[in-house]
């Protein structure tokens, strides 16, 4: 457990033993994430599914692993619900147990009832002024999943209409996909 308001170091967020909370490092801070809920958890587990299947011999997809960015000029881990780095950024060989050391190609967030498009798209913005190429912002209540890209523009996917992306070549998903696999409609 980490006291509100206590400043850390990178070094020392970084070396915070594991716990039932999982903490974002944002403004030297410990932030907690948002606890997820069974479509959080279910969306998590379809798209690390889906992914994992497509990323053979180009990757690796993790859910819940800490990236050291740099946001603002200032230390920044924050954990995205889903991530791939492609063996270029990161290569197969590497082995560590320790936070993903490079800015990914892609995150994905995953909507919670209590968080807005808005804090997404701000926090997309981050993402991108730290290296990461692709953000997709799963919403569970609309059934979609927005691609942001790093020129500020964005695209709303619903249904079957696939998400097609040089940076993932391959990829074929839709939302429908993700969202029948996780078993939501």
Same mark, same amino acid.
């Given at each position: 457990m980490v006291d509100a308001g206590t400043k850390l170091t990178l070094e020392e967020f970084l070396a915070l033993p594991e716990a039932d909370i999982n903490y974002?490092?944002?403004?030297?801070?410990?932030?907690?994430?948002?606890?997820?809920?069974?479509?959080? +958890?279910?969306?998590?587990?379809?798209?690390?599914?889906?992914?994992?299947?497509?990323?053979?011999?180009?990757?690796?997809?993790?859910?819940?692993?800490?990236?050291?960015?740099?946001?603002?000029?200032e230390d920044w881990a924050p954990i995205p619900d889903v991530t791939y780095i492609s063996y270029e950024r990161l290569p197969a060989s590497r082995k560590r147990n320790e936070a993903c050391p490079v800015p990914p190609e892609l995150v994905i967030e995953i909507i919670s009832p209590d968080q807005t498009i808005k804090d997404f798209a701000d926090k997309a913005k981050d993402y991108f002024d730290a290296g990461v190429l692709r953000v997709w912002i799963v919403d569970p209540?609309?059934?979609?999943?927005?691609?942001?890209?790093?020129?500020? +523009?964005?695209?709303?996917?619903?249904?079957?209409t696939p998400i097609l992306d040089a940076l993932l070549p391959g990829l074929e998903l839709t939302a429908r996909q993700v969202f029948e696999e996780a078993e939501l409609i």
């Amino acid at each position: 457990m980490v006291d509100a308001g206590t400043k850390l170091t990178l070094e020392e967020f970084l070396a915070l033993p594991e716990a039932d909370i999982n903490y974002e490092f944002v403004n030297g801070q410990a932030v907690p994430k948002v606890s997820p809920k069974e479509f959080h +958890s279910m969306l998590t587990f379809a798209l690390t599914t889906l992914l994992t299947q497509w990323s053979k011999q180009r990757g690796r997809v993790r859910l819940e692993w800490a990236i050291t960015l740099k946001r603002q000029g200032e230390d920044w881990a924050p954990i995205p619900d889903v991530t791939y780095i492609s063996y270029e950024r990161l290569p197969a060989s590497r082995k560590r147990n320790e936070a993903c050391p490079v800015p990914p190609e892609l995150v994905i967030e995953i909507i919670s009832p209590d968080q807005t498009i808005k804090d997404f798209a701000d926090k997309a913005k981050d993402y991108f002024d730290a290296g990461v190429l692709r953000v997709w912002i799963v919403d569970p209540v609309a059934i979609s999943i927005i691609v942001f890209y790093p020129n500020g +523009s964005n695209k709303i996917y619903t249904d079957t209409t696939p998400i097609l992306d040089a940076l993932l070549p391959g990829l074929e998903l839709t939302a429908r996909q993700v969202f029948e696999e996780a078993e939501l409609i």
